[in-house]
């Protein structure tokens, strides 16, 4: 962000976070083929949401204690003008229930004796299409991009209208805040830096090695370094969270719903973006796109999909998106975003490092606003080798916004990478086009 933007929020309090450890590594040689260190990132849920079968509508309930008339009147005053005041920043939220359960049963009917066609985790965002009362509760029918549990039913008793009760440390009410997300001109006048990996993995990147509070530190330091050699505009930092990742025979592990949270909330409260990347697996782009997209109700959050992991053999092949798919995950986007009236611009970064990922790459078109396609350009390597494939990278000219990534070095045991030497910021910022987002691995 700027820099005069950016002195004010330094005034912010900080926020105390949970010290999240990195996981165990695990010692795995990789093919030449794969670009990311890759492993199970410990306290992952694994698989698709159909997969689970632990029914928590049988959960104790806790005795509310009875309080007078005026009391209760009170209360439902202030929810309700809490749930005005964050309307904005969260959009349009009519019909609309979050799960609040950590694991909730779809049901084939609007009964608890009902078969069970799958759950959904907690986070996870359906559309009401249907409300009845049986056995003395409220089922909703829903509406859910996953055609095994769209048109099922669940309990409206573990199920939420309003996000914030999904949150710990913040409500997003901050309007100076929102107002600089939400900006038009945000990624013209400010160089993004952003730090990459899982929380729970020190092999996976940068985000794996440090503390919530300490990574932000850390970011914000080294989009300083790069404030300092723009004269035109400013920098602002972000936190790049691999979401869901790949495992063998394609299916994806996804970060607890409370961690990406976690950070989420952090960095907003400092002015810091954060990117939600899905490695796909087996799945068509367009189903992935839509497992996170409900992340954008967030005001700093961006979405991101990597085209390397689009296989059922990670670290053995490396997988593809055309431009075809490109356009349809947009289109996903620019729909949600104007359905459900999010402000701002909202960024959607792929990534590529051989010309095999990028599937007639021509076909892409970069004017679905209020979405920015992003072409990153990714890969490790030596600075000429890394400059010859951006050279590449920026061939694709109906994308103009570029990305380029860099990786920290970390340890010289077989299949970690690095960079070596790392180019430096100014070496970066010297490269034709420049990018406008830099991210650390």
Avoid at 49 to 63: G, L, P, V, W, Y
Avoid at 404 to 422: A, E, Q, T
Wanted: aromatic share 10%.
């Amino acid at each position: 962000m700027s820099k005069k933007f950016y002195a004010r929020l330094l005034t912010l309090l900080s926020l105390s976070i949970l010290t999240l450890a990195g996981c165990t590594e695990e010692d795995t040689d990789q093919e030449e083929t794969a670009d990311t260190e890759q492993e199970q990132p410990a306290d992952s849920e694994s698989g698709d949401d159909t997969d689970a079968t632990e029914d928590q509508e049988d959960a104790n309930d806790s005795d509310d204690e009875e309080g007078d008339e005026t009391d209760e009147d009170v209360s439902e005053e202030t929810e309700e003008d809490d749930s005005e005041e964050t309307a904005s920043a969260f959009g349009n939220q009519e019909n609309v229930r979050y799960i609040s359960a950590d694991r909730l049963t779809v049901r084939s009917e609007g009964s608890s004796e009902s078969a069970e066609m799958g759950s959904l985790r907690k986070g996870n965002e359906v559309r009401v299409t249907e409300e009845i009362e049986a056995d003395d509760a409220v089922w909703y029918q829903i509406e859910h991009h996953n055609p095994s549990l769209n048109e099922g039913w669940v309990s409206s008793e573990f199920t939420t209208s309003d996000l914030n009760e999904l949150h710990q440390l913040t409500d997003f009410s901050n309007e100076e805040m929102n107002e600089f997300f939400a900006s038009p001109t945000l990624f013209e006048d400010h160089t993004v830096v952003a730090y990459y990996g899982h929380p729970n993995s020190e092999i996976m990147g940068i985000v794996g090695r440090h503390p919530v509070e300490e990574l932000l530190d850390l970011v914000s330091e080294t989009a300083e370094e790069y404030d300092e050699l723009l004269d035109d505009k400013g920098t602002v930092p972000a936190v790049y969270l691999v979401y869901g990742t790949v495992q063998p025979g394609g299916d994806v592990f996804k970060m607890d719903y409370d961690l990406v949270l976690s950070y989420i909330e952090a960095a907003y409260e400092r002015g810091i973006l954060v990117y939600i990347d899905h490695q796909m697996g087996r799945h068509h782009p367009t189903y992935s796109i839509q497992e996170i997209q409900s992340f954008l109700r967030y005001p700093n959050v961006q979405l991101a999909l990597d085209p390397e992991w689009r296989t059922e053999r990670p670290m053995q092949e490396v997988g593809h998106i055309t431009g075809t798919e490109l356009n349809e995950v947009q289109e996903i986007m620019q729909a949600y975003i104007e359905d459900n009236e999010i402000q701002g611009t909202r960024q959607f970064v792929f990534h590529q490092f051989v010309e095999k990922m990028i599937h007639d790459v021509e076909d892409a078109s970069a004017d679905y606003e209020p979405v920015l396609l992003v072409h990153n350009t990714s890969g490790w390597g030596a600075p000429e080798g890394k400059r010859a494939t951006h050279d590449r990278v920026a061939e694709a000219t109906n994308i103009p916004y570029k990305g380029f990534k860099l990786w920290y070095y970390y340890s010289d045991r077989p299949g970690v990478h690095y960079d070596n030497p790392l180019m430096t910021p100014e070496e970066v910022m010297d490269l034709d086009p420049q990018p406008g987002l830099v991210i650390y691995q």
